[in-house]
Structures are given as C-alpha cells and as structure tokens.
C-alpha cells in the first residue's frame, strides 16, 4: 500500500466522524443551571449513566454495522449535544484529528478508568452567510465548543463527543469551567461501561481489510512520535 493510499484513507476517517456528527449537528445543546438540579438517566448497547439537566434522546437514522453503536442526546434549554460511539480501534479516529491539528489530550481518571479529553472549537457555516463577513461572525456569540472524551478498553474506544452552542454554558476551554465542570464531569463519572464485543470495528467501517486497516494505524503512529516524516506523503 503506498503513501498516497494512506492519505485517502485519513481523508475517508475523518469522512466517516462527520458524516456520524453531521447528523445532529443542527441539535441544541445544554448550559449550566444551578447544582441539584434536574438529571436524566441514559442506557445504550454499549454504556448507561446519567446527565445533568433535562436531556432528551435524538434519533439517528444510522443502518449497517454502525447500526446500534452510536447514540446522541440533546438539552434543548441549555444547548448541549452528546454524541456517544463505541468502535473497536476508534481511538484511530483522534488519531487522525491530532494530524488535522487537535491538540493533545489531558488525561483524568475516573472510577479508575483513564479518559482521554480533547477540546476543540468551530464557528458554523450559517455565521458567514446573510451577507456577513468571517470577521463579523467572529464577533458573534456563535462559537461552539467542543470536547471528546475517550476511554480505551481492551482495544475499544468508548466516545463521547459534546457539542455547546452559543455560549449558553461558560467555557474557557479547561476542565475546570462551568461547562466541563458541571455538566462533563458529572456524566463522565456516571458512566458505565458494557460489554463491546459484538462492535464493529475502524476496518469494517472503512471497508479495510485488517492488514490494510493495521498499516494504516501504523503510519499514523509514526508521524504522531515522529518517527516518520508526514512530507513523506507528498
């Protein structure tokens, strides 16, 4: 397999996370009430746990072998959305996203299971439309916040990926604002893990084979430690 293959299937990763967000990346999202307010209790195929706030479930017109292994819930009043996955080898996907220019993660321990936190930022397509400039929707309070949580186990990385809208909840971009702190945090430590040996993995959902799928992983490896130069995909 040569380089220029690789390169397309990063390409085809990253494809396959948006096509999996684009899905409620219209939903709200949540903001902070006060503590001890109202939570919701949550239970998929692959974990349970509870929110802070009111949080309902969104539908996810998802078919084949993803089918069943990814969910996403909503808080409509605070707007914050939850994105959960469970794939085998997923942690390939932040893989990707760090060679796309994702920072690296803080690592936290929760119930005594490590978690991979990641947080990022993006300004929506609609904030420079209606004859406005990428300077004026800087301005705007549009900004959406985004962390993804990561717990690998046993090969398989459980994801939780949450969206917040219109700075409705205070974020700073740290694990110690209001968003991550009061909303995050609490969930995180909710959670329960279920048993993950029927999901798909990373090769099935690229079409790969696990040889192919392995390279890959490998060369993404590389340039994250620096042992291989990413010019060398050119």
């Known amino acids: 397999m040569n380089n220029k293959r690789m390169a ?17 990346s219209a939903f709200e999202v949540f903001g902070i009430d006060i503590l001890g307010g109202p939570t919701t209790d949550f239970d998929n195929n692959f974990m349970s746990g509870t929110f802070s706030g009111d949080v309902s479930q969104n539908k996810i017109n998802e078919t084949g072998i993803a089918k069943g292994w990814t969910d996403s819930y909503e808080d409509k009043e ?46 929506p397509d609609e904030d420079i439309t209606d004859n406005k400039t990428s300077a004026d929707a800087n301005t705007t309070n549009n900004t959406i916040n985004v962390y993804i949580c990561e717990a690998d186990i046993n090969g398989t990385a459980y994801t ?28 995180i430590e909710s959670i329960e893990f279920k048993d993950a040996k029927k999901a798909p993995s990373m090769a099935e959902l690229m079409n790969m084979s696990d040889e192919e799928f392995k390279y890959n992983e490998e060369y993404v490896d590389g340039i994250l430690n ?4 990413p010019s060398t995909l050119q």
């Open 160 to 187: 939780i990926s949450v969206m917040a809208y219109d700075n409705k909840t205070e974020c700073d971009g740290t694990l110690f604002c209001p968003l991550y702190k009061d909303y995050l945090e609490p969930m």
């Open 78 to 123: 605070h707007n914050i959305t939850y994105n959960m996955s469970c794939v085998k080898d997923g942690d390939f996907i932040t893989d990707v996203y760090q060679l796309q220019g994702l920072g690296q993660p803080e690592i936290r321990n929760y119930n005594g299971q490590p978690w991979k936190i990641f947080y990022s930022q993006a300004v």
């Open 8 to 24: 397309v299937l990063a390409i085809a990763a990253i494809a396959i996370i948006i096509a999996s967000l684009s899905a409620v």
């Open 226 to 229: 620096g042992t291989i130069d």
